[in-house]
């Protein structure tokens, strides 16, 4: 068997797990990862369980490994997955399974339960972070476009912040923006901080081959590409030209070996593209493990409810999505529509699946849609204290006290499914709005009553049907003309 040295860590993270036994582990995934070209066999993929089994002694994540060991049994195909993964570069796999699995699932469990027992605050999984607002695009209804463009948060306030990071076991870090590929010293703070693994929502257009190649080498970034649809629709929202970019974008990371997954905003005026299964036979072809849907919520200075799917079409592509992934080897997270899974909102570092938004600015928000802080993380380092400061404040634990917003986790939003609870979070506990016209979402009254009628004309189709039947697909049906295609042709070069 093949043997890879890791670089030491120095903090301290792994003393949870001796380095012997983690080169071990990776040592046993790698080799099963890398069987390629050819499928992994069920007993190969029985093995990865049962080192997730032990690696799982607190039985933190049960739920997980038992949706993994269904989907063996039931031969899902997203077991492929496994497949793709060990198409991708070492250093991407060394990362994925080092950073993400052990370092943050694993090790970074721990550690946040240390964390809370001596500080008695909430212990969320990630945070975002926007290190600049900056953006070589103008996208329509851009959530961050109403932030300043010039604002930066500085590379020595970015470096604390991950070191606050690294003491609370947050070894997961999203960073959005702006366009990240915006900042020069971006791949110099990714290559500092190499023990935490960071997933990078971008609009794709700076990617080229040489930027592709040094993501890949680097191994501890998953970028997630904003894609919209086809060219039609994504160079509407985006501008003229910008999907041939991201398609030469998508080609260089998967020539690359880059673990990379992508982002659609489904609105009004792509939903016929997103009930199409031709959109994610692009995006699996195209090298896509995964991606996000967030669906257009009107916050901002210009709010275009409008471009809101209704709550009929919302359902409608609940739907959907459970279908592809019943079809597709692409993990797609419906952000909202996927509240069960995390047991509803996850705004104000809740506990668990939580997290919280740091800003350009600094100020620390509950999550990246509720454009309102108390806090800002240069106040605090000024008067000496530390980024969890932010997890106590009135306003964070008004919200969290107030999840789940209500027992039906389909609806987990406090902006666009619960709007009055946010309401009543902000009239009581008055924090400021991070950008001019943030405000709107609580103060203007048509936004308001459109989102009242929106939210009770979802909470209606939802009470026509059976809210408890949210749980992971893992009974595959038929499988798709393309996964028949793809199988035989794995299994031709094997
Ligand atoms: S407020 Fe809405 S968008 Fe923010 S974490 Fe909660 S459910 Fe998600």
Same mark, same amino acid.
């Given at each position: 068997?093949?043997?890879?040295?890791?670089?030491?860590?120095?903090?301290?993270?792994?003393?949870?797990?001796?380095?012997?036994?983690?080169?071990?582990?990776?040592?046993?995934?790698?080799? *099963?990862?890398?069987?390629?070209?050819?499928?992994?066999?069920?007993?190969?993929?029985?093995?990865?369980?049962?080192?997730?089994?032990?690696?799982?002694?607190?039985?933190?994540?049960?739920?997980?490994?038992?949706? !993994?060991?269904?989907? *063996?049994?039931?031969?899902?195909?997203?077991?492929?997955?496994?497949?793709?993964?060990?198409?991708?570069?070492?250093?991407?796999?060394?990362?994925?399974?080092?950073?993400?699995?052990?370092?943050?699932?694993?090790?970074?469990?721990?550690?946040?339960?240390?964390?809370?027992?001596?500080?008695?605050?909430?212990?969320?999984?990630?945070?975002?972070?926007?290190?600049?607002?900056?953006?070589?695009?103008?996208?329509?209804?851009? &959530?961050?476009?109403?932030?300043?463009?010039?604002?930066?948060?500085?590379?020595?306030?970015?470096?604390?912040?991950?070191?606050?990071?690294?003491?609370?076991?947050?070894?997961?870090?999203?960073?959005?923006?702006?366009?990240?590929?915006?900042?020069?010293?971006?791949?110099?703070?990714?290559?500092?901080?190499?023990?935490?693994?960071?997933?990078?929502?971008?609009?794709?257009?700076?990617?080229?081959?040489? !930027?592709?190649?040094?993501?890949?080498?680097?191994?501890?970034?998953?970028?997630?590409?904003?894609?919209?649809?086809?060219?039609?629709?994504?160079?509407?929202?985006?501008?003229?030209?910008?999907?041939?970019?991201?398609?030469?974008?998508?080609?260089?990371?998967?020539?690359?070996?880059? *673990?990379?997954?992508?982002?659609?905003?489904?609105?009004?005026?792509?939903?016929?593209?997103? =009930?199409?299964?031709?959109?994610?036979?692009?995006?699996?072809?195209?090298?896509?493990?995964?991606?996000?849907?967030?669906?257009?919520?009107?916050?901002?200075?210009?709010?275009?409810?409008?471009?809101?799917?209704?709550?009929?079409?919302?359902?409608? =592509? &609940?739907?959907?999505?459970?279908?592809?992934?019943?079809?597709?080897?692409?993990?797609?997270?419906?952000?909202?529509?996927?509240?069960?899974?995390?047991?509803?909102?996850?705004?104000?570092?809740?506990?668990?699946?939580?997290?919280?938004?740091?800003?350009?600015?600094?100020?620390?928000?509950?999550?990246?849609?509720?454009?309102?802080?108390?806090?800002?993380?240069?106040?605090?380092?000024?008067?000496?204290?530390? $980024?969890?400061?932010?997890?106590?404040?009135?306003?964070?634990?008004?919200?969290?006290?107030?999840?789940?917003?209500?027992?039906?986790?389909?609806?987990?939003?406090?902006?666009?499914?619960?709007?009055?609870?946010?309401?009543?979070?902000?009239?009581?506990?008055?924090?400021?709005?991070?950008?001019?016209?943030?405000?709107? =979402?609580?103060?203007?009254?048509?936004?308001?009553?459109? $989102?009242?009628?929106?939210?009770?004309?979802?909470?209606?189709?939802?009470?026509?049907?059976?809210?408890?039947?949210?749980?992971?697909?893992?009974?595959?049906?038929?499988?798709?003309?393309?996964?028949?295609?793809?199988?035989?042709?794995?299994?031709?070069?094997?």
């Amino acid at each position: 068997m093949m043997r890879y040295n890791f670089q030491q860590n120095e903090t301290g993270a792994f003393g949870l797990i001796s380095r012997y036994t983690q080169d071990k582990v990776f040592n046993q995934i790698s080799h *099963i990862l890398s069987r390629i070209p050819g499928r992994i066999t069920p007993k190969a993929l029985k093995r990865i369980l049962r080192i997730a089994e032990g690696l799982d002694r607190d039985r933190e994540y049960s739920h997980e490994i038992e949706g !993994l060991r269904r989907a *063996i049994e039931g031969d899902h195909p997203y077991l492929r997955f496994f497949d793709l993964i060990g198409k991708k570069s070492l250093p991407c796999r060394e990362k994925l399974f080092r950073n993400f699995f052990i370092n943050a699932v694993f090790n970074g469990n721990k550690i946040r339960e240390d964390f809370y027992r001596r500080h008695r605050i909430s212990r969320p999984f990630f945070f975002v972070i926007s290190p600049t607002m900056n953006c070589n695009l103008r996208c329509l209804g851009c &959530y961050a476009g109403n932030y300043p463009r010039k604002e930066n948060l500085s590379r020595e306030v970015i470096d604390r912040i991950l070191e606050d990071a690294r003491a609370m076991g947050i070894y997961f870090v999203t960073v959005s923006g702006g366009e990240p590929f915006c900042r020069k010293d971006i791949l110099d703070l990714f290559r500092t901080h190499h023990d935490i693994y960071f997933q990078v929502f971008t609009n794709g257009t700076l990617i080229d081959s040489d !930027l592709a190649s040094e993501i890949s080498r680097l191994g501890n970034i998953a970028p997630v590409i904003s894609c919209e649809g086809f060219e039609e629709e994504t160079d509407h929202r985006r501008g003229k030209g910008t999907f041939r970019r991201i398609c030469e974008a998508m080609d260089n990371l998967r020539e690359a070996g880059v *673990i990379f997954g992508f982002s659609t905003v489904p609105a009004a005026y792509n939903y016929s593209t997103l =009930l199409n299964e031709a959109y994610y036979e692009f995006l699996v072809e195209k090298g896509a493990l995964f991606g996000w849907l967030f669906q257009y919520i009107p916050i901002g200075a210009r709010p275009e409810p409008k471009l809101m799917l209704t709550a009929n079409q919302r359902l409608t =592509l &609940y739907d959907k999505v459970r279908a592809v992934r019943n079809a597709y080897p692409l993990f797609i997270a419906d952000f909202w529509n996927d509240g069960p899974y995390v047991d509803g909102c996850l705004a104000a570092g809740r506990t668990g699946r939580g997290y919280f938004h740091v800003n350009c600015d600094g100020d620390v928000e509950p999550c990246v849609f509720v454009h309102f802080a108390v806090d800002n993380i240069h106040r605090i380092y000024e008067r000496g204290g530390h $980024l969890w400061d932010a997890l106590d404040s009135e306003f964070f634990r008004t919200i969290r006290a107030g999840q789940p917003w209500n027992s039906n986790h389909h609806m987990p939003c406090m902006v666009i499914d619960n709007p009055h609870c946010l309401r009543n979070a902000v009239e009581a506990t008055h924090p400021y709005p991070t950008h001019e016209g943030a405000e709107t =979402l609580i103060s203007d009254p048509a936004l308001s009553s459109h $989102l009242d009628r929106y939210s009770e004309a979802l909470a209606c189709l939802w009470t026509e049907r059976d809210v408890s039947a949210c749980h992971m697909e893992t009974v595959p049906p038929e499988p798709s003309t393309w996964m028949k295609a793809c199988t035989e042709t794995t299994n031709s070069i094997s």
